[in-house]
């Protein structure tokens, strides 16, 4: 971190996981400055976060560079402009209601001026480091059908996005081991990735463990079944399957001969944060679909809660060590 920037944290985030990002966000009021990177997929994502009365600006990703610099720009002069005010008043007044003097010509004079211009100009650069700068950039669904370009799309905005970020949370599952070497791939990048873990500090392995809480959950709740097939649904799985199921060339995990041979029952995952009638809905006719029965499941906010926590935290504690 050099000069007066403010801290970046960026966020590259699945469409399928934009539930439980919009929540964090909303929930979290001491940000400086909101950033969505816009593209086809961000529009639904921007509407969740105003419906939660977010904050929000949004640019190409070509832009956000131009805008970050923009923003440090005014931030420096206004803690400047504070700094010069503060330090003038207070001198000022010191010295007139002592003496009858030039103050400007006797404000020369005190060699601790220099001092105080830096003790305030250090308080006022902590305090505005304290509110980092999230920028988030959602990628399309149709990636999870090909492993390999989803693994490509996510480095190369990874590479993009380092240029003008102090940390980048990968807001994803392992989704069939495409991350796994990710950081070990990116172990030279100049700023530090994230991801998103459990409280055994492993990557998920995708977002319905995030949705379950963790990788030892989903496991539970598999070995649960008792060797029935189950399909575990989110509000965005369920609103969002019939559009997977169109972009992934009829894949086993969509194809209909498929499911209803192998799988038995439908998962419904609460998370608590979704419009319920929308979601019983969807829910409903994805098992008519497919021939199942539903049971229903609480699922947690926690994975994505504390991850992106940790992200942040860690961004604005390098922040203030530099």
């Known amino acids: 971190m050099n000069g007066e920037r403010m801290p970046v944290l960026s966020i590259i985030a699945c469409e399928m996981l934009e539930d439980e990002l919009a929540y964090v966000l909303s929930e979290d009021h001491d940000l400086s400055q909101l950033i969505i990177v816009e593209n086809r997929q961000s529009f639904r994502f921007v509407r969740k976060l105003k419906s939660r009365n977010c904050q929000l600006r949004l640019f190409p990703l070509e832009k956000v560079p ?83 370009l989803l693994r490509s799309e996510i480095y190369q905005h990874i590479k993009k996005m380092a240029v003008f970020s102090d940390g980048i949370l990968i807001f994803y599952g392992n989704c069939g081991h495409s991350l796994r070497n990710t950081e070990e791939e990116f172990k030279d990048l100049p700023c530090s990735l994230y991801f998103l873990k459990d409280e055994k500090g492993e990557i998920v392995d995708d977002c319905i463990s995030v949705a379950l809480g963790g990788n030892d959950n989903y496991a539970e709740v598999m070995q649960g079944g008792n060797g029935t097939g189950m399909i575990y649904l989110t509000p965005m799985w369920a609103s969002s399957w019939k559009q997977m199921r169109k972009e992934s060339n009829n894949i086993s995990d969509f194809n209909e001969s498929f499911l209803k041979k192998h799988y038995k029952k439908v998962v419904k995952i609460n998370n608590g944060i979704s419009l319920e009638n929308e979601f019983d809905k969807n829910v409903l006719n994805y098992a008519r679909t497919f021939d199942m029965s539903i049971t229903e499941m609480e699922g947690s906010m926690e994975i994505a809660s504390k991850s992106y926590l940790n992200a942040k935290n860690s961004v604005c504690k390098r922040a203030l060590s530099d």
């Open 66 to 148: 131009i805008f970050l610099k923009e923003a440090n720009n005014s931030v420096y002069n206004s803690i400047s402009n504070s700094i010069s005010n503060s330090v003038y008043n207070s001198v000022y007044n010191s010295v007139y209601n002592s003496v009858s003097l030039n103050p400007l010509k006797l404000l020369l004079k005190f060699p601790f001026f220099g001092r105080i211009s830096y003790n305030i100009r250090g308080k006022s650069k902590e305090k505005n480091k304290e509110k980092p700068i999230v920028v988030v950039n959602t990628l399309k669904l149709g990636l999870h059908a090909d492993c390999e």
